[in-house]
């Protein structure tokens, strides 16, 4: 599938921008709408808990779009072959995204994610689908349990992963801002561009749109509900 890991990539960047640019905007003035300037300042004064939190958080939905079992990807990564060599996440990450192809778009996605944040703003859908060739993304009407499951976890836990490094405590709005980035997420693993919907289509509706069949709705719900409940846990 090859949206799955661009998508995931994209939607750790948005949820933790979003998490953290929330927060500071709720400290300050209770409005969430920033400008361009202000965001570039606050992601730069998180530059490093970026990407402590990337590796942190994508490590396990990366592996899961690549391998079938864990037990795949622990026998490479503690073969003699390969375990001399590991010495930092990125290391690790060689080996996590499975082909050296994949590694060099992952290495490609988190830098136009991250240029995009340093310019002011998450990169939007209609920069995100224009950055592939036509005909790379995929459109899928297909039940994609594993991946669907795999960004939801990103979402949830790179948002309140946001939150926690802006350092305010979690709030029952929260789930608000937890489904507009499932609706513009998926979008990106689902569909190869934007999904059309008119100004007064309802939640319920878009979502729909967006899932293409009820499957993956559910468990994107079924993951989304699991997700906050490991955070609360934490």
Not at 49 to 64: C, E, G, Q, T
Not at 142 to 170: D, Y
Request: proline share 3%.
């Amino acid at each position: 599938m090859t949206n799955a890991q661009p998508a995931i990539i994209r939607a750790f960047f948005a949820a933790f921008a979003e998490g953290v640019l929330s927060a500071n905007a709720e400290q300050a003035t209770g409005c969430v709408e920033m400008s361009p300037q202000q965001v570039k300042q606050i992601m730069l004064n998180h530059y490093e808990d970026i990407s402590r939190h990337f590796f942190d958080i994508l490590f396990n939905p990366i592996a899961i779009i690549h391998y079938d079992t864990a037990e795949e990807l622990i026998a490479i990564l503690k073969s003699p072959e390969v375990a001399p060599h590991l010495k930092s996440p990125t290391d690790l990450f060689k080996y996590v995204c499975r082909t050296e192809e994949a590694h060099e778009d992952m290495v490609t996605e988190y830098r136009r994610n991250f240029a995009s944040l340093l310019g002011g703003k998450v990169m939007s859908l209609d920069d995100f689908f224009a950055g592939f060739p036509e005909g790379y993304l995929t459109e899928s009407a297909e039940h994609c349990e594993r991946e669907v499951r795999a960004l939801t976890q990103v979402v949830v836990r790179s948002f309140f992963a946001g939150r926690k490094t802006a350092q305010t405590q979690t709030t029952g709005a929260n789930q608000v801002y937890l489904f507009r980035l499932l609706l513009d997420s998926l979008q990106t693993l689902l569909h190869s561009k934007p999904v059309a919907m008119d100004d007064d289509t309802d939640l319920n509706a878009a979502f729909a749109k967006v899932c293409n069949n009820e499957k993956n709705l559910q468990t994107m719900l079924q993951t989304m509900q699991e997700a906050m409940q490991d955070i609360v846990v934490e």
